[in-house]
């Protein structure tokens, strides 16, 4: 069965400092990964993809996620956090005839 | 460019009651959907489609229906209201359906059933 579990309800971080957000996978074949974020009262918003070839990927706001097989995970990451990256981040799958599954989500927080 | 556009944004309805949500796209894609977002639990597909004059049903279909008016609009109806209803719901769209497409989502629905 297809499934994505993000691990953490809520990531906190200081403005300035590097953010992770985890992410881990499940699938039959080849996996197609998404980060999506979300505002307060908006709909969600894509941030990256992994499709094939490199395993880290770069997208929209300075964030970047790497895939790693062994593993099964995609975890997203950046550098530098700001206050304004304080959303609802989620992860989502998929696998070929398969809809997309995404996550629970997970609440970063990022403290000024 | 409005993107995925909803309406209405909230909605209060008595059980039994019935009611449309509405939702278009101005990115000439092929593929729409139907999600519900409730806590702790991700987004759950009710219904997508991947074209113009095709539908299937998601992972939460029971209690809905849908309609594909034409290639941008795609509509959610609710026959007969029930609490286990109350939840946001987001409309999407996509390339298409193919698994390589991220999606695009409208601002959402926030419907509560009394």
């Known amino acids: 069965a297809q499934s994505v579990a993000q691990p953490e309800d809520q990531v906190n971080v200081a403005e300035g400092n590097p953010l992770t957000v985890k992410c881990t996978y499940s699938?039959?074949?080849?996996?197609?990964l998404f980060w999506y974020v979300q505002y307060p009262n908006r709909g969600l918003q894509f941030l990256l993809k992994?499709?094939?070839?490199?395993?880290l990927v770069k997208g929209s706001y300075g964030f970047e996620a790497e895939f790693n097989k062994s593993q099964t995970s995609f975890h997203l990451k950046k550098p530098s956090a700001l206050v304004s990256d304080s959303a609802l981040y989620f992860c989502?799958?998929?696998?070929?005839?398969?809809?997309?599954?995404f996550g629970a989500g997970t609440r970063l927080f990022v403290k000024a | 460019n409005a993107g995925v556009t909803q309406t209405p944004k909230f909605q209060v309805l008595k059980t039994g009651q019935s009611m449309t949500l509405q939702c278009a796209q101005d990115?000439?894609?092929?593929?729409m959907y139907w999600y519900r977002q409730d806590p702790g639990m991700g987004l759950r597909l009710i219904y997508y489609?991947?074209?113009?004059?095709?539908?299937d049903k998601g992972e939460v279909p029971n209690g809905y229906n849908v309609s594909r008016l034409n290639k941008r609009e795609f509509s959610l109806r609710l026959e007969s209201a029930a609490p286990s209803q109350t939840s946001v719901y987001f409309c999407?769209?996509?390339?298409?359906?193919?698994?390589?497409?991220?999606?695009?989502f409208g601002p959402g629905t926030r419907l509560t059933v009394t």
């Open positions: 999407a769209s996509s390339e298409a359906v193919a698994e390589i497409y991220e999606q695009y």
């Open positions: 699938v039959s074949g080849n996996p197609y």
């Open positions: 992994y499709i094939t070839g490199d395993n």
């Open positions: 989502a799958v998929r696998a070929r005839g398969f809809k997309t599954i």
């Open positions: 990115m000439n894609h092929n593929s």
């Open positions: 489609s991947a074209s113009e004059g095709t539908t």
